[in-house]
């Protein structure tokens, strides 16, 4: 070839990318009407203006739960003309703040931890929420929770999704064999683990094993005892490190952990020694009471999915919960739970619409409808909620006399929450001493 | 769920453009060679070194020299702190690098538990390697024989550690075992144990698992090695009346010196840098971390961004010494060969 023709080519290489790039910059316009109009949107009439805008949402909630978020809000972004881009992804936590430093943050994001919330908000990277979507939060949710969106004051995140920890799994059917009776007061549950001891079964199984995550569980453990045993005001001084880690209350609450999980009479029902809680994964931590291995296990409302195929999860079939008992019932209804809250990363009218949609009750509703969520939303029917765990986990929530923290270690720092708690808590139950472990965890406390 | 190409023809079309540039960009650097008129040669190679060099400094140079200055900066890389991200790994009990005899159950630390790996796994492993590769060498179902030991190489690190856990699994004394390990002791009359669960036992449980990985790779060479050592040798040595024993360590072992160092120095490397292993089966858990798993956890999920480039940098320094062996032992064998 040529000199004359290899030029000749070259040129025309430059020519066909310049004219595929110019190409690339016409796009499709969404529709830009909307159906306010019509009788079956009538509910949506609020949200004019907003046909044909965009919103993108990033949230770690994925596959089928995935579909049924996006099936929950169609008829909204059918009716005000809206289209709702979701993406879920399985390292939320990691991805979304790459995104955000690489100036590309979603619109909207479901933060599973308020301690996200705040590292966002207190680097400026958040919109507060408007003031629409701040009427129907506190309209809708309790103070309890609206302060786990607020940060110096104001509130970013409006909640959304709920799920409730304070609960101990066990078999109604074994219980009616054995003739054991649910305990109410943690007296009479530590009173029925004697005798179920007694009997021959160990009376409590735990896992604490989640790949890189382990320890999460026994975590769980420390901060649901540790708000019966100390109270909410106590609770509340720890995770703002107001308080020492290692605190003497702290250590009184591990030690009554100890008093169940390092007993060696108690655990580990179905799987061995003390020891075996480390290495037994948390999805199976609780299988055993329904092969009477194990008679209790305390785990999350979420747990309901962990049964194997065909076991019936109701109030008199092969597993059930009830709720983890108060100390001292005078001092309220302690409840640790965990559920999500819409942050938004800009403040275009149509995003702070769909902030303030998933506020309303009717979007609770909706979304319950479809099976397998609750929120701590007020205007949440029961009746919409199927599984009786979640019923029951709604009437918690819904409860007056509930006093609701979310997971501690979400509230900490990373260093903290998700390192040296879970690191310690597992060393822990392979044998550590409480004021060792504690020490070690208060020492990485970030300066 | 089906493939939607509407759906992802942003991403078809970006790598169509990145495709069309990579050739246009070929093109206009031929055509610039074309033109210049003298000493051909070293343009043409510099040209086409070029790319090479220029994909190396961005995805390369550029990043550790990042990481070099964010190994003196804190947490959030707003301030300069000196040396304090590395005198924290040295001295600070929380990071859990340095042993902590007093502590109950001993605490062996992050940086032992790697010396572990790096003097075990390439010793173990290319001793293995070794005396198979002897002795299968010419027999019968060789190949077989060697398939059966490189196989593990193809296996990810993440599918060998779900492998092993399963092997290594626990159920308590008088239920149905399910880790083959917990199976074959309890047949033999032991008591199942949790393996993964105490130190330096655990360590050592999860270090069995890269050397089923890299024996093979060091089978695979030391037995090229010893088919190239000439037959004159070896039948001079016969000759001689050499034991099997005397031809090992007196013939075999000094010819295939070279080879055995590639293979001790390429592993050593690769073990430095282990983490998938320890990430899957006990996610550095009872003391079984490594430097590369704690560069991962500060950098990542602590939010510690000082810390874990000071980490990768402590790797780098731990890794450069074997390199530079590496890269001298190479040479010194290419001025040999060229005598």
């Known amino acids: 070839m040529s000199t004359r023709h290899r030029r000749l080519l070259a040129l025309s290489g430059a020519v066909a990318l310049a004219l595929s790039a110019a190409a690339c910059g016409s796009s499709d316009k969404p529709d830009a009407t909307g159906n306010l109009d019509k009788p079956e949107c009538a509910a949506y009439t609020d949200y004019t203006g907003i046909a044909g805008k965009t919103v993108t949402i990033y949230s770690p909630i994925r596959d089928a739960e995935a579909g049924l978020l996006e099936e929950s809000w169609k008829a909204f972004a059918n009716c005000t003309g809206v289209k709702i881009e979701y993406e879920g992804s399985g390292e939320f936590e990691a991805q979304l703040k790459v995104r955000v430093e690489g100036g590309n943050a979603p619109d909207l994001a479901f933060l599973p931890q308020p301690g996200l919330l705040e590292f966002f908000a207190k680097g400026s990277k958040l919109k507060a929420a408007g003031d629409k979507t701040k009427a129907m939060a506190e309209k809708n949710f309790s103070p309890d929770w609206l302060k786990y969106g607020t940060v110096d004051g104001t509130l970013y995140?409006?909640?959304?999704?709920?799920?409730?920890?304070?609960?101990?799994?066990?078999?109604?059917?074994?219980?009616?064999?054995?003739?054991?009776?649910?305990?109410?007061?943690?007296?009479?549950?530590?009173?029925?683990?004697?005798?179920?001891?007694?009997?021959?079964?160990?009376?409590?199984?735990?896992?604490?094993?989640?790949?890189?995550?382990?320890?999460?569980?026994?975590?769980?453990?420390?901060?649901?005892?540790?708000?019966?045993?100390?109270?909410?005001?106590?609770?509340?001084?720890?995770?703002?490190?107001?308080?020492?880690?290692?605190?003497?209350?702290?250590?009184?609450?591990?030690?009554?952990?100890?008093?169940?999980?390092?007993?060696?009479?108690?655990?580990?029902?179905?799987?061995?020694?003390?020891?075996?809680?480390?290495?037994?994964?948390?999805?199976?931590?609780?299988?055993?009471?329904?092969?009477?291995?194990?008679?209790?296990?305390?785990?999350?409302?979420?747990?309901?999915?962990?049964?194997p195929k065909g076991t019936n999860v109701s109030a008199d079939g092969d597993a059930f919960a009830f709720y983890f008992p108060a100390i001292d019932p005078a001092k309220g209804k302690p409840v640790l739970g965990g559920g999500e809250f819409v942050a938004a990363f800009t403040d275009r009218p149509e995003v702070q619409a769909v902030q303030t949609y998933l506020a309303t009750s009717d979007w609770a509703n909706g979304r319950a409808k479809l099976k397998n969520w609750i929120s701590a939303n007020k205007g949440l029917d029961v009746n919409n909620v199927e599984n009786p765990i979640d019923k029951v986990a709604v009437g918690i929530l819904q409860d007056p006399k509930s006093v609701f923290r979310f997971d501690g270690s979400d509230l900490m720092p990373a260093a903290v929450g998700a390192g040296s708690f879970w690191k310690g808590m597992t060393e822990w139950i392979n044998g550590k001493d409480t004021k060792t472990t504690l020490d070690a965890i208060e020492a990485s406390w970030p300066k | 769920m089906d493939f939607d190409f509407t759906a992802e023809s942003p991403k078809l079309m970006m790598l169509l453009y990145g495709v069309v540039a990579f050739a246009a960009v070929v093109g206009l650097l031929l055509l610039v060679l074309d033109v210049l008129p003298s000493r051909k040669d070293r343009w043409v190679a510099l040209g086409l070194l070029f790319p090479a060099g220029a994909l190396l400094t961005v995805g390369l140079i550029v990043p550790a020299v990042r990481t070099l200055i964010l190994s003196f900066m804190n947490a959030d890389s707003t301030k300069f702190v000196g040396f304090d991200n590395f005198v924290w790994m040295f001295t600070d009990k929380t990071s859990g690098m340095l042993p902590d005899f007093s502590s109950d159950p001993v605490s062996y630390g992050v940086l032992l538990s790697t010396v572990m790996w790096v003097l075990l796994v390439p010793s173990v492993s290319t001793a293995i390697g070794l005396v198979y590769a002897v002795l299968v060498d010419r027999a019968r179902l060789e190949s077989f024989a060697k398939s059966l030991i490189f196989m593990p190489m193809a296996i990810s690190f993440v599918g060998a550690g779900i492998i092993w856990k399963f092997i290594y699994a626990y159920r308590q004394e008088g239920e149905d075992q399910i880790g083959l390990l917990n199976q074959v002791v309890v047949a033999l009359g032991g008591t199942p144990q949790q393996w993964l669960l105490d130190g330096p036992w655990n360590t050592l449980f999860l270090i069995a698992v890269l050397v089923w990985i890299q024996a093979g790779f060091a089978m695979v060479i030391l037995s090229a090695a010893i088919k190239a050592i000439p037959a004159d040798i070896v039948e001079a040595a016969r000759i001689d009346g050499v034991t099997p024993w005397q031809m090992f360590w007196r013939v075999t072992i000094p010819s295939i010196r070279p080879a055995l160092v590639v293979v001790m120095v390429t592993i050593s490397i690769g073990t430095l840098k282990v983490f998938d292993i320890v990430r899957t089966m006990t996610g550095g858990q009872f003391g079984t971390s490594v430097v590369a798993n704690e560069m991962y956890n500060y950098s990542f999920r602590f939010d510690e961004k000082g810390k874990g480039a000071a980490l990768a940098v402590l790797l780098f320094v731990l890794v450069a010494p074997i390199v530079i062996y590496q890269i001298r032992v190479m040479r010194r064998r290419r001025l040999e060969g060229s005598r």
């Open chain 1, 157 to 307: 995140g409006a909640p959304l999704g709920a799920n409730v920890k304070s609960f101990v799994w066990y078999s109604p059917k074994t219980f009616k064999e054995k003739n054991w009776t649910v305990p109410t007061t943690w007296d009479e549950m530590i009173a029925l683990s004697d005798k179920i001891a007694a009997s021959g079964v160990k009376p409590w199984c735990a896992g604490i094993e989640s790949g890189d995550a382990t320890g999460w569980p026994a975590t769980d453990w420390i901060e649901d005892v540790l708000l019966r045993d100390q109270g909410a005001d106590v609770y509340d001084q720890w995770v703002k490190h107001a308080i020492p880690f290692n605190d003497p209350r702290i250590a009184s609450a591990t030690d009554r952990v100890g008093s169940i999980l390092k007993n060696e009479k108690y655990v580990n029902g179905g799987y061995g020694g003390v020891k075996s809680i480390a290495t037994t994964a948390f999805q199976e931590g609780g299988l055993p009471i329904i092969e009477g291995k194990c008679a209790l296990h305390r785990q999350a409302s979420f747990y309901a999915n962990q049964w």
